[in-house]
């Protein structure tokens, strides 16, 4: 089945949503920080190394159980960094046999000087695990925020960004060269279902704006011009989330290592990136000028969306990647939608992350 | 939308059985391939005959009715190959799609006898009797009257828009058994069975404005209905009419009547050097998604869940797509030399057919209507 149990999915809704949506209205303007009192809940839970093996203390869930959770604190707009901690983390040091738990970590693909110009979280976490060139080898390891040089940078929805530079070189443990290509995707997964968790969101405060607000003497509802803005947004987020399901029950088999994986992963980003752009639109349409202002909860849920369309490959990315597919495959063009012969895909792919 | 339905492997194994079917059929058939929104217009008994041979018509309908007694998912996956292929499967699309779950629900014994059998060898073909020169969106409008005679009705009135009617051997209408009541607009609407043949029938071309025949105009003056071909109950033809177009409007036709344009166009170094690889690339993952968006529905039909939201979710994006795809193909072909003039012609076609992609099976904005009400907001 491609659901998950009704109680766990309650369980972590609870957790995300002990502070409402109104709640967070200084975000806006503080910026966002790592909520220690939820983490602490998650880790107590076993919710914040969800996909983590339980032999190295995580809980043994799959992507079906990570994507609920990604999807509920997106929609609650509780920004946390679990994509960062448990698909990117966690996975990684288990590929290096390095010692892991669930303390907040973060990421760093770091370039052969050994910089990265925009890692998540990276001043709020407690470990940093960096993937580095090392004698022309990649090596990873799991540094503390004070071995590394921390610059923010700016995030239009003010979740924190910074560049990471790390002077000498890294004492790693080696991995495999595709290691590299497989953080892309796994980043790319997450920030897929976020956004879409984050979309169904805005669904829903559209049609409660629209049913509360009145104008010219009804409820904005009734009017068939916002009916259909609210319509479209509702279509684009249907098919987003079913490209990004499909990515997500092919994650929760192969982890991202099938013969259609990457396909599927960049099939969900076209399709989440695409979707923004009139989910975006349309919620501030219907919301009027009063969603676009920080009193408004609206921005909480629209700015991440344009912070993470664009991380882990922009749209344009992912979808040059697939006509780059299109143009080098000697199958049909229904065979390829249809996952036949997507090696041609991981072929495209490969060439791109060199 | 319902949850995501994998393909199991059985699904995978007889999607690949269709593809070598195409592949190998006989040359006569073969060269009937890679049309555009051919299972409107690509009328092909043999074709037809062949499928039904091979027990991919009826396939939903159960074994004691001539039916082969398969899921909805194994017939999702036969139409969207045969439809991705340009397949001409116009002949017996109607019946086999929207009739004969229709009759299963609704039909009495003596009409299941009758026609089943038939549609499921590919031998009986249907046309729609809905739309009405002065109801085009707005069904419960419809004039055609039925009144009570003995042994059955008298129908009176004029159907519009029937694909395919000077071909097909009979049409469910729409009519009303009992008179408007402003109140409650949906009373009183019935569905009766008409052979097209049947004394009093008279069914007239409606030329397409690309020079096309496959709509036309039937008109009933007194046509005897026996009592045994009412679908349904009387006055319940809204209700049943509703939960007909739950089949009609999420299957893979929504959203792959241009494909072969796509297919072509790829093929085509001429077109294809007008084509930037972001472009071809957001419609291939737009394709991909809106397969498995229309999966899902096969799904959740196959559950029996009610889908009439989420098939208006599949039908606005599908045909929006289909057309933009159309659109995108013709100009990136444009006037440029060497284009294959099979290219251009499939490009001609789509974008001489594409405004009725968003019209036909409700238009997209009856169903952006039908996709407020289920989000809460009529």
């Known amino acids: 089945m491609n659901t998950i149990d009704p109680d766990l999915l309650q369980v972590m809704r609870d957790v995300v949503r002990s502070r409402g949506l109104i709640d967070r209205l200084d975000q806006g303007v503080d910026g966002i920080r790592l909520e220690g009192a939820q983490w602490h809940q998650l880790q107590e839970l076993g919710l914040a190394t969800l996909t983590l093996p339980e032999e190295h203390g995580g809980s043994g869930a799959s992507w079906l159980e990570s994507a609920a959770l990604l999807r509920e604190a997106a929609a609650a707009a509780a920004h946390l960094p679990l994509v960062e901690t448990d698909l990117l983390a966690a996975w990684l040091l288990r590929e290096a046999d390095l010692p892991v738990d669930d303390r907040p970590r973060t990421v760093a693909v770091l370039d052969e000087s050994g910089h990265s110009p925009l890692v998540p979280w990276a001043g709020e976490v407690e470990r940093i695990v960096v993937l580095a060139h090392a004698d022309g080898r990649r090596v990873v390891a799991d540094l503390d925020p004070s071995d590394v040089d921390i610059e923010p940078v700016a995030s239009r929805s003010g979740l924190p960004r910074s560049s990471v530079r790390v002077t000498g070189t890294v004492d790693g443990t080696p991995v495999d060269d595709g290691t590299e290509t497989q953080i892309l995707l796994r980043g790319a997964l997450g920030r897929a279902v976020q956004s879409v968790g984050a979309m169904e969101r805005i669904v829903e405060l559209c049609v409660e704006h629209t049913t509360v607000r009145v104008q010219f003497g009804r409820p904005l509802c009734k009017f068939q011009s916002v009916q259909n803005l609210v319509s479209d947004i509702a279509a684009e987020t249907a098919l987003a989330r079913s490209a990004v399901d499909a990515a997500v029950t092919d994650a929760a088999i192969t982890d991202l290592a099938g013969p259609s994986s990457a396909f599927r992963v960049a099939v969900a980003r076209s399709c989440v990136g695409h979707a923004s752009s009139t989910v975006i639109r349309n919620a501030h349409q219907v919301h009027g000028a009063i969603g676009t202002t920080v009193e408004h909860p609206l921005q909480l849920l629209t700015l991440p969306l344009l912070d993470w369309r664009n991380e882990f490959g922009g749209v344009r990315f992912w979808d040059r990647l697939l006509g780059s597919t299109l143009r080098a495959t000697s199958g049909s063009v229904w065979e390829l939608a249809t996952g036949a012969t997507s090696a041609e895909f991981d072929k495209v792919l490969m060439e791109a992350s060199r | ?378």
């Not at chain 2, 195409?22 to 929104?37: F, H, I, K, S, Y």
């Not at chain 2, 030329?207 to 349904?232: K, Y």
């Not at chain 2, 076609?349 to 407020?372: C, D, Y």
Request: glycine fraction near 12%; charge should be negative; aromatic fraction near 6%.
């Open chain 2, 1 to 378: 939308m319902p949850t995501h339905t994998d393909e199991s492997a059985a699904l995978g194994t007889l999607r690949q059985e269709v593809r070598e079917f195409l592949m190998t059929l006989p040359a006569t058939l073969r060269t009937e391939l890679g049309g555009v929104d051919t299972w409107l217009s690509g009328w092909n008994i043999d074709f037809t005959r062949a499928l039904a041979e091979r027990g991919w018509i009826g396939m939903t309908i159960p074994r004691e009715y001539g039916g082969h007694a398969r899921t909805h998912l194994e017939r999702f996956v036969v139409t969207e190959e045969l439809l991705a292929a340009g397949a001409p499967v116009a002949a017996h699309w109607i019946a086999d799609r929207q009739v004969a779950p229709t009759l299963l629900r609704f039909g009495t014994e003596e009409v299941r006898r009758e026609f089943l059998p038939e549609i499921a060898a590919g031998r009986c073909y249907f046309g729609i009797g809905m739309s009405e020169p002065d109801s085009g969106s707005d069904l419960a409008s419809v004039r055609t009257k039925a009144h009570r005679v003995d042994g059955g009705w008298t129908v009176s009135g004029t159907k519009l828009w029937t694909s395919g009617g000077h071909l097909a051997h009979a049409f469910i209408a729409l009519v009303r058994t009992a008179p408007l009541d402003a109140s409650d607009r949906h009373a009183g609407l019935s569905q009766l069975l008409v052979r097209l043949d049947d004394p009093g029938v008279d069914v007239r071309p409606v030329i397409s404005a690309g020079g096309h025949h496959h709509f036309n105009e039937v008109v009933l003056d007194d046509v005897f209905v026996p009592d045994h071909r009412l679908v349904g109950e009387e006055g319940d033809g809204w209700m049943q009419v509703t939960s007909e177009l739950s089949f009609e409007r999420s299957g893979p036709e929504r959203f792959l009547s241009t494909m072969q344009l796509f297919e072509q166009a790829m093929a085509d170094p001429a077109v294809a050097e007008n084509v930037a690889d972001v472009d071809s690339g957001r419609q291939l993952a737009r394709l991909a998604g809106l397969h498995e968006m229309s999966r899902a529905v096969a799904g959740s039909l196959q559950r029996g869940e009610e889908a009439d939201v989420s098939a208006a979710l599949v039908k606005v994006l599908g045909t929006t797509f289909e057309g933009d795809l159309a659109e995108w193909i013709d100009q990136s072909a444009g006037s440029a030399s060497g284009v294959e003039s099979r290219t251009k012609s499939l490009a001609t076609r789509g974008v001489i057919q594409r405004p009725g992609f968003t019209l036909r099976g409700g238009t997209n904005e009856i169903l952006r209507g039908v996709i407020a009400r289920g989000l809460g907001m009529r």
